[in-house]
């Protein structure tokens, strides 16, 4: 039996880039994967992927792909999918709170100031979902008294990257997920984030070719594959003393050393520690 059969996730924002892989690399140990976006059905979105398109990979892999269409900045359909969750699995065990508004404009050059107010939509889909979502899915683990959230976050919790906005969100992520950690705890669900280096998503690729500077960032990082922080994910969950990391925040690359993780191509992601910075919260 692969060691997350039985196990129910919740991966948002996981038509494409990161959230796909994470789910793909849930499947793969056997997961009941429920992928959440907004594009749905036919491929619409100018970097392509649909949930129904990750949810049947996930099938594909070995896990069982439920695909929902979610708008994570309406709180009315994110209470629908748990609702539906609990209704149809009557648990959750790992939420992974990856979705993020990304306005084009965060990796144009330029002040604060010279950039739309409108680019304060990373703050609510990026903080404000994140809490949305956790607040429903704590409310399930609670009960249970079992459960992992996980929030995607990065460097840039601690390093200027692109944009004011950026730094803002992702600092932001960390710290709430230490402060959930903290009432979770009693209640034996866990909570913590983990610091992604650069990934190889459809929209870093495009990237690649269009905005400055962005070849030289890929060379100090040595950018991962969209399903290398899936493959910590799933480590985390499946380790029975998970808990001794709650409220943490932690570099994937290092998580994936300790646990003997590479990446899909056999390649072992270095940590950026000493180039952009370390985690600023520890385990509560």
């Known amino acids: 039996m692969k060691p997350l059969a039985g196990k129910v ?11 796909r892989g994470i789910s793909l ?6 997961a ?18 649909t949930v129904t398109g990750t949810a049947a990979e996930v099938d594909r892999r070995g896990g069982k792909g439920i695909a929902v269409q979610v708008d994570h900045a309406d709180d009315k359909q994110v209470e629908a999918l748990f609702e539906q969750v609990s209704r149809e699995q009557g648990r959750l065990d790992l939420l992974v709170n990856n979705a ?3 306005p084009v404009e965060l990796t144009q050059p330029g002040g604060f100031w010279e950039k739309p107010v409108s680019n304060w939509e990373m703050i609510d889909v990026g903080v404000r979902s994140n809490y949305i979502a956790a607040w429903h899915a704590a409310q399930i683990m609670v009960s249970q008294k079992s459960g992992l959230i996980v929030a995607l976050s990065g460097y840039v919790g601690v390093t200027y990257t692109y944009s004011v906005i950026f730094g803002t969100c992702k600092s932001a992520t960390d710290r709430m997920a230490r ?34 500077g962005a070849e ?22 499946e380790d029975p003393d998970t808990m001794k990391r709650t409220g943490g925040t932690f570099i994937s690359a290092e998580l994936a050393m300790e646990y003997g993780i590479t990446d899909i191509d056999g390649r072992v992601i270095p940590s950026l520690r000493h180039i952009r910075g370390a985690p600023i919260w520890t385990p509560v």
């Not at 009941?32 to 992927?49: C, H, N």
């Not at 890929?218 to 910590?232: N, Q």
Request: proline share 3%; glycine share 12%; no cysteine.
């Open 32 to 49: 009941t994967i429920y992928v959440t976006g907004r594009t749905f059905g036919e491929k619409t979105a100018a970097l392509g992927g």
């Open 100 to 102: 993020i508004s990304i």
């Open 179 to 212: 402060d959930m950690a903290i009432e979770l705890k009693p209640h034996n669900v866990a909570s913590l984030s983990l610091w992604q280096g650069f990934t190889y998503t459809e929209r870093a690729q495009r990237n690649l070719g269009t905005v400055p």
């Open 9 to 19: 996730a919740v991966v948002t924002g996981a038509s494409r880039g990161v959230g």
């Open 216 to 237: 030289s960032q890929l060379h100090s990082a040595v950018g991962s594959s969209v399903e290398f922080p899936g493959r910590v994910i799933a480590a985390l969950a």
């Open 25 to 30: 690399a849930l499947a793969e140990k056997g």
